[in-house]
């Protein structure tokens, strides 16, 4: 089993910065991919980036591509999201997802494990 465990979350202001962590404790870090979700008050969990075992492939999203940065060390278990430029709209429970297995790493279906999320504020 593997468990996830969010961190870094909190109030910022817009065009200010914050850096998301995602500590993995089970199974070897490094067999499996990761992905990063957010989920805004009553809307669908949307898909952030992900991040192949290496880090050595990264995917982004369209409303955060050239903003956000998706890394992770596998000497420590943990995957990050640096996030800059930060925007209102960006507001939302963000998640972090391990083990995309078989499935496309951009639906939060395809994922084995997830953190309890944390959340992130953007105030204008």
């Known amino acids: 089993q593997v468990r996830l465990v969010e961190s870094g979350g909190g109030l910022v202001q817009a065009g200010g910065s914050l850096r998301l962590s995602c500590a993995a404790s089970?199974?070897?870090?490094?067999?499996?991919?990761m992905g990063w979700f957010r989920q805004a008050p009553g809307q669908e969990r949307e898909f952030v980036a992900a991040?192949?075992?290496?880090?050595?492939?990264?995917y982004y999203s369209d409303s955060v591509k050239g903003r956000f940065t998706i890394s992770r060390d596998n000497a420590k278990n943990t995957m990050y999201l640096q996030m800059k430029s930060l925007k209102p709209e960006d507001t939302a429970v963000y998640y972090c997802?391990?083990?995309?297995?078989?499935?496309?790493?951009?639906?939060?279906?395809?994922?084995?494990?997830w953190g309890q999320g944390t959340q992130v504020t953007v105030s204008s």
């Open positions: 089970g199974r070897t870090f490094s067999s499996y991919a």
């Open positions: 997802a391990g083990d995309p297995r078989s499935g496309s790493y951009r639906l939060p279906d395809s994922y084995a494990y």
């Open positions: 991040i192949n075992w290496s880090g050595g492939y990264t």
